[in-house]
């Protein structure tokens, strides 16, 4: 099951791989797009990484942002879920098994941020902002002019 509700980033990213600086390989866009997602909590001084057997972005054993791709003649139509502050019991395993993984957990940023003691709220804008920018860096492309969401 993938859920996607208030509290998360989505972004879908639509892409022609055929292009540059773009590959014609769904597995390096996979990577690329994990690798927005960690840029992405380095700068809330969170260490994201990837899991040997799992996609997605992980804390610990806690997922913290979903990745899925999909793509028609190199064009992606899918990307990412980062949960910046969603409400976690939608990922409770007794109802689903969140992206049909057993055995580990889902986190937040939010969470993350007040295990940690800082009890600042996270804006999912500015969450947005830094993904965007995120974006503009490992895929070397400028999105946006200014560079901003509002």
Not at 20 to 35: A, G, N, T
Not at 97 to 126: A, F, H, M, Y
């Amino acid at each position: 099951v993938t859920y996607h509700g208030p509290g998360q980033i989505v972004g879908y990213p639509l892409l022609d791989l055929r292009q540059l600086p773009y590959k014609q390989d769904l597995h390096w866009y996979l990577r690329m797009v994990e690798e927005v997602v960690i840029e992405t909590l380095k700068a809330y001084d969170i260490e994201g990484c990837r899991d040997d057997d799992n996609t997605g972005v992980w804390v610990g054993d806690d997922k913290v942002a979903a990745v899925g791709v999909s793509s028609s003649r190199w064009i992606t139509t899918h990307g990412f879920a980062i949960n910046v502050s969603p409400d976690l019991s939608y990922f409770d395993t007794s109802v689903i098994i969140p992206c049909g993984i057993e055995g580990k957990g889902v986190t937040s940023i939010s969470r993350i941020l007040q295990e940690r003691g800082e009890n600042e709220q996270v804006r999912l804008l500015d969450v947005a902002n830094t993904a965007l920018r995120s974006f503009e860096k490992v895929f070397g492309v400028a999105t946006t002019e200014g560079g901003a969401l509002r």
